[in-house]
C-alpha cells in the first residue's frame, strides 16, 4: 500500500515525512491537503505499522539505513501496481555529533515515466521511419560549430555512422549547386535580417 499522492492541477503530488533513527514518522507534510486523516494515521507510527508490503517496508528500511549510516542522500525508484514512486532519504544534520532524523519525500513520477517511456517509443518510430524511407538528418549550431549526423545521414553518404567526422562544410560540399545556392540565399537573408535588428 503506498498513499494515493497522484497529480492535482497537474502539479506533481509529493509526501514528505521526517523520521527518526528508529523509523517512527515523528512528522508529516502532505502536499494534498485533503488528505489530513491519511496524517493522523501515519503520524506516531514506524514504517512496518503504516501498511506496506513486505518487499517495499524492507526495501524503505534498507535504503533509509543507507542514508543514516553514509549521511548522504538515497534514492530509489518503486512501480506499485500501475503507478510509480520516487522515494529520496535526505539525513537531517542538526547535532554535530549525532544523525537523528531524515526527510523522506515520496513522490507519484507516474506521469513523468509515461511521458518517458512514449518519447522512447517516439524515437524508435522516427528512427525506423527514416530507416525504411532513407531519410537522414542532421542538426547544426553556426554558432558553437556543433554539427550532429543520423546514423542514416551517413549512410545516405555512404559512409558508416561515425566514419567521418560531420562537419557544415563537409555536408554543404556535397549538396547540389543549386540546392547550395538556395542555402546559401537563405543565410544571406538571415545575416541581413540580424544586421537590421
Same mark, same amino acid.
Given at each position: 500500500?503506498?498513499?494515493? +499522492?497522484?497529480?492535482?492541477?497537474?502539479?506533481?503530488?509529493?509526501?514528505?515525512?521526517?523520521?527518526?533513527?528508529?523509523?517512527?514518522?515523528?512528522?508529516?507534510?502532505?502536499?494534498?491537503?485533503?488528505?489530513?486523516?491519511?496524517?493522523?494515521?501515519?503520524?506516531?507510527? *514506524?514504517?512496518?505499522?503504516?501498511?506496506?508490503?513486505?518487499?517495499?517496508?524492507? !526495501?524503505?528500511?534498507?535504503?533509509?539505513?543507507?542514508?543514516?549510516?553514509?549521511?548522504?542522500?538515497?534514492?530509489?525508484?518503486?512501480?506499485?501496481?500501475?503507478?510509480?514512486?520516487?522515494?529520496?532519504?535526505?539525513?537531517?544534520?542538526?547535532?554535530?555529533?549525532?544523525?537523528?532524523?531524515?526527510?523522506? +519525500?515520496?513522490?507519484?513520477? *507516474?506521469?513523468?515515466?509515461? +511521458?518517458?517511456?512514449?518519447?522512447?517509443? =517516439? !524515437?524508435?518510430?522516427?528512427?525506423?521511419?527514416?530507416?525504411?524511407?532513407?531519410?537522414?538528418?542532421?542538426?547544426?549550431?553556426?554558432?558553437?560549430? $556543433?554539427?550532429?549526423? =543520423?546514423? !542514416?545521414? $551517413?549512410?545516405?553518404?555512404?559512409?558508416?555512422?561515425?566514419?567521418? *567526422?560531420? *562537419?557544415?562544410?563537409?555536408?554543404?560540399?556535397?549538396?547540389?549547386?543549386?540546392?547550395?545556392?538556395?542555402?546559401?540565399?537563405?543565410?544571406?537573408?538571415?545575416?541581413?535580417?540580424?544586421?537590421?535588428?
Amino acid at each position: 500500500m503506498m498513499p494515493n +499522492i497522484g497529480k492535482i492541477n497537474h502539479v506533481e503530488e509529493f509526501l514528505v515525512l521526517r523520521v527518526n533513527r528508529q523509523h517512527t514518522i515523528t512528522h508529516v507534510i502532505y502536499h494534498n491537503k485533503r488528505e489530513y486523516k491519511f496524517r493522523k494515521q501515519i503520524l506516531g507510527k *514506524t514504517f512496518e505499522h503504516v501498511g506496506l508490503e513486505q518487499d517495499i517496508y524492507e !526495501q524503505c528500511i534498507a535504503h533509509l539505513n543507507m542514508a543514516f549510516a553514509n549521511l548522504e542522500q538515497e534514492v530509489f525508484q518503486k512501480q506499485i501496481g500501475n503507478k510509480h514512486y520516487e522515494v529520496t532519504y535526505v539525513p537531517e544534520e542538526r547535532d554535530k555529533e549525532k544523525l537523528e532524523t531524515a526527510l523522506v +519525500i515520496v513522490r507519484d513520477i *507516474t506521469a513523468r515515466k509515461q +511521458i518517458k517511456e512514449e518519447l522512447v517509443r =517516439s !524515437q524508435a518510430k522516427f528512427k525506423m521511419a527514416g530507416k525504411l524511407a532513407q531519410v537522414g538528418y542532421f542538426e547544426w549550431d553556426e554558432a558553437s560549430g $556543433y554539427v550532429y549526423w =543520423s546514423d !542514416q545521414q $551517413y549512410r545516405n553518404y555512404g559512409y558508416a555512422p561515425n566514419e567521418v *567526422t560531420p *562537419t557544415a562544410e563537409f555536408f554543404f560540399s556535397r549538396l547540389y549547386p543549386d540546392d547550395w545556392n538556395v542555402i546559401q540565399e537563405v543565410l544571406a537573408k538571415r545575416d541581413e535580417k540580424m544586421q537590421i535588428e
